[in-house]
């Protein structure tokens, strides 16, 4: 009561409320340094899924009727067995690849709004994107359509959805692919949104390096050649199998 008195008569007392201590890691995700290294650590991982999972799918051209495919997933829902029970491996890995996808897609959005909030006033004259090339530009768009593509991807092919693919096996990778990439719309669907994902690899991997500090202008040239090479890799590696399919190499 003492504030209270020295302030003279009705004067209010102070009260002094001690703020509760935040861990440390929300604090550093809290800032846009800890967004972006969220961002650069989960890019990583999930960039690597991206190359796993292309570099799986081309098990489709074993010329032994699938059988190489079908037993690649099989040994993904038995890895650690007998220790580990039935698709616990599996389950594992799923789990980390969406908590990426979800810390990634979180980090990218919030701090798109820690920017424009550090810059209330917009550009005069419209933002300036002669630095910029399209694909930056693009970069949110294209994330949204590939996750709407990414659920459909699962409801095709790992769910097994009856609406999206009636004739669904369960453990026939192979005769699934091919039973869906079979319908022209599918396929289209399938080339049209590895083209989306390509741009947003390339400026993915591009950001990657800058987030890491290799951002001098004497990296940018093999820095550029990198997330050129990785994008390409991974777009005509996920492209071929639909066109093949159709091409009729499997029949």
């Not at 690597?48 to 037993?71: C, S, W």
């Not at 810390?103 to 959005?109: E, N, S, Y």
């Not at 699962?154 to 699934?176: C, I, R, Y």
């Not at 950001?207 to 004497?218: A, D, E, I, M």
């Amino acid at each position: 009561m003492q504030a209270g008195i020295a302030g003279g008569r009705g004067a209010i007392p102070t009260v002094r409320t001690r703020q509760q201590p935040r861990f440390w890691l929300l604090d550093f995700y809290g800032s846009a340094v800890g967004k972006k290294a969220v961002m650069a650590i989960t890019g990583i991982i999930l960039l690597g899924f991206v190359f796993v999972h292309m570099a799986g799918n081309l098990k489709v051209y074993y010329n032994d009727g699938g059988e190489h495919l079908n037993a690649y997933g099989e040994w993904l829902r038995t890895v650690g067995s007998p220790v580990l029970p039935h698709k616990t491996f599996l389950w594992a890995f799923r789990s980390a690849i969406i908590l990426s996808v979800g810390l990634h897609i979180h980090a990218a959005v919030t701090l798109t709004l820690l920017n424009r909030r550090a810059r209330p006033i917009g550009y005069k004259g419209g933002r300036n994107y002669v630095a910029a090339d399209y694909a930056a530009r693009t970069m949110r768009w294209s994330g949204v359509l590939i996750g709407a593509f990414l659920l459909f991807h699962l409801m095709d092919l790992t769910w097994g959805t009856s609406a999206v693919h009636p004739d669904f096996q369960g453990g026939k990778p192979f005769e699934n692919l091919i039973a869906s990439f079979e319908r022209w719309p599918v396929a289209a669907v399938y080339i049209g949104a590895n083209l989306l994902l390509g741009m947003h690899l390339y400026h993915g991997v591009w950001s990657l390096f800058q987030s890491l500090g290799l951002n001098h202008v004497r990296f940018n040239h093999w820095r550029r050649g990198v997330a050129v090479l990785f994008a390409a890799v991974i777009v005509v590696g996920n492209i071929s199998i639909p066109i093949a399919v159709l091409a009729g190499a499997f029949d």
